[in-house]
């Protein structure tokens, strides 16, 4: 049996961008978020994390840092790595079949921003996805 969200079913965008904005501006918080709480509800693919591993990391079996957050929504690319001494080098994409056509630097919070557009766009269609950023927001 297929649920048909509704509008009142899908949370405001606002508590989504606070949710995710709050104190976690950078690329390690982000990851636990997305994977742990998104990726677990939302179809494969849509949440990649490359990490960095040291020797250590992988001699004891570690994941190791994540260094870069890629978050794929239709059209639209996310990306959230960590640059110079830390800190976040947001973007957001556009892409057509895989190919990157446009490609903009943004603060976290319009990247923040952006994403809860697309999740909300998708929860609006999808089922599951409605189910993810009710788990988000509610807990």
Avoid at 5 to 18: A, C, F, Q, S
Avoid at 55 to 67: C, E
Wanted: aromatic fraction near 2%; avoid cysteine; charge should be neutral.
């Amino acid at each position: 049996m297929s649920v048909v969200p509704t509008e009142g079913d899908i949370p405001p965008l606002g508590h989504l961008v606070e949710a995710l904005s709050g104190d976690r501006a950078d690329v390690v918080s982000l990851t636990r978020v997305l994977t742990g709480v998104l990726s677990d509800a939302l179809p494969s693919g849509i949440v990649e994390v490359d990490y960095d591993r040291s020797v250590s990391d992988r001699l004891r079996g570690r994941p190791g840092n994540p260094v870069r957050l890629s978050v794929t929504l239709g059209d639209t690319v996310l990306t959230m790595a960590q640059g110079q001494r830390g800190h976040p080098e947001p973007v957001v994409a556009h892409a057509v079949r895989g190919v990157v056509l446009t490609r903009r630097p943004v603060t976290v919070a319009e990247w923040v921003r952006s994403l809860a557009e697309a999740i909300r766009a998708l929860a609006a269609e999808d089922a599951a996805a409605r189910t993810a950023l009710q788990r988000l927001l509610l807990g």
